[in-house]
Each structure stands twice: as structure tokens, then as C-alpha cells.
């Protein structure tokens, strides 16, 4: 089993349509918790944290759920340039883990 | 900004040469990292540093090796090529072990032939 697991999707949703992705996690000490965005062929960059009490960055939910080990990542009313990958990472010290991710479409 | 700048965005290869990638950044961090990243797979991390002239072996080291003989820079080394080693090679660097945000560069497409 994959340490951190995300749906690869891909997930087509309209313009304005709200999305939501899951990923859960196998370490239960994890510490840290992160979604970056990926877009075609450029480097991954944070989106957000990802705090117990959840956290809001605009049109952008990320919620974690410790007691059944998964983060959660909210995308309201979704724009075209939210087309992207979006990777589920846990941390804890120097070990990183990165999900495979999951990709998001938006269409007009 | 933070800037992680790697030396090269596309790099073709023949077998069995020895292969150099290159990293610099910028802003004085002190942990640096190597990840390929392959479809499907995800980032798995090749080789870390947490300070000069230190590294650690991530997840698959097999086919690498690394030096950091400057704080700012981080080489990864492909001493005999493969073409199992045609991948996406991302570099990058946090400022230490308790500030865990990552920061990448723009990343090497590296084809072995």
C-alpha cells in the first residue's frame, strides 16, 4: 500500500462547478500536511497547509481528518486556470511523501 | 523570492555516460533535495542534504550519487546512465528541518538513449 494514495482522476468539472479531492495517508505520526499544485510540465508549487481545525485560502478548503487518516482539498466555484495537478504530501522531519496526484480539468 | 535554479530544463543522453545535474538556490536554506518524478508514480526522493558537505539516501538511491561542497549547491550524479533514468528531475530546498514547505525548480527532462 502507497504511503500516501490520491485519486488520479482525471476530474472534468465545468467553470463554477465546486470539486473536492481526497488522499489518505498510512502514517499515523505524520506531522505535516501540504497540497501543492502542479501545472503540465512545470515544478510543483504550495497551494496550501493543511491545519486539524481546516483552513480556508479563498475558493480553497483543505480540511484533515487524523482519527481516519485523510486531508481533504475544496475548490468553489472552479475557474479555467484551476486546471492543474494537485498533490496530497505528508511530512515529518526530512521525509516527505508526495501522492501521485490528481488531475483536475475545468472547461468553459 | 525563493529561487532554485537547475542547470538545464532538457537533457539527452546516451548510455552508460556519466551524467551531471545541477542546482543552485538562493536564499541560504539549508536542506536540499533530488525527487524524480515518473507517471503514475509520483515524486520519490533520490538523495538529501541537510548541510554542507552532508547527504542521505531517500528512496532510491540505486544509479546516484550526490555532492554539496557549497551550501547553495546540490549536484546529483548519474554515474553510468540507464535508460530506466529517463525522467523528470526536480530539485529543491527548504530552510530547515522545522520549516517543512518545499521550493522547486523548474526541473530536468533528462532522456537516456
Known amino acids: 500500500r502507497k504511503e500516501v494514495e490520491q485519486d488520479p482522476g482525471p476530474f472534468n468539472v465545468p467553470e463554477g462547478a465546486t470539486v473536492a479531492f481526497n488522499c489518505t495517508y498510512s502514517?499515523?505520526?505524520?506531522?505535516?500536511f501540504f497540497w501543492y499544485r502542479q501545472d503540465c510540465r512545470k515544478e510543483p508549487k504550495l497551494l496550501m497547509s493543511?491545519?486539524?481545525s481546516g483552513n480556508e485560502d479563498g475558493r480553497f478548503t483543505a480540511q484533515l481528518n487524523r482519527a481516519s487518516q485523510y486531508i481533504s482539498l475544496l475548490i468553489r466555484d472552479s475557474k479555467l486556470s484551476d486546471s492543474a495537478t494537485y498533490l496530497c504530501?505528508?511530512?515529518?522531519?526530512?521525509?516527505?511523501?508526495f501522492g501521485a496526484g490528481t488531475r483536475l480539468f475545468v472547461k468553459a | 523570492d525563493v529561487k532554485v535554479t537547475q542547470s538545464s530544463r532538457y537533457l539527452v543522453k546516451r548510455t552508460g555516460e556519466k551524467v551531471f545535474l545541477e542546482c543552485v538556490q538562493d536564499?541560504?536554506?539549508?536542506?536540499m533535495f533530488w525527487y524524480r518524478q515518473d507517471p503514475g508514480l509520483g515524486l520519490r526522493l533520490i538523495y538529501f542534504?541537510?548541510?554542507?558537505?552532508?547527504?542521505e539516501k531517500g528512496d532510491i538511491p540505486e544509479g546516484y550519487s550526490v555532492s554539496r561542497e557549497k551550501k547553495e549547491r546540490f549536484s546529483l550524479i548519474l554515474e553510468s546512465a540507464s535508460t530506466n533514468q529517463t525522467s523528470m528531475y526536480l530539485c529543491?530546498?527548504?530552510?530547515?528541518?522545522?520549516?517543512?514547505?518545499?521550493?522547486f525548480g523548474s526541473g530536468t527532462q533528462l532522456s537516456v538513449l
Open positions: 493543511v491545519y486539524s
Open positions: 536564499m541560504d536554506h539549508e536542506n
Open positions: 542534504s541537510y548541510d554542507v558537505k552532508m547527504k
Open positions: 529543491a530546498s527548504r530552510p530547515g528541518q522545522n520549516n517543512e514547505k518545499l521550493f
Open positions: 504530501v505528508q511530512a515529518g522531519g526530512f521525509k516527505t511523501i
Open positions: 502514517n499515523s505520526a505524520s506531522q505535516s
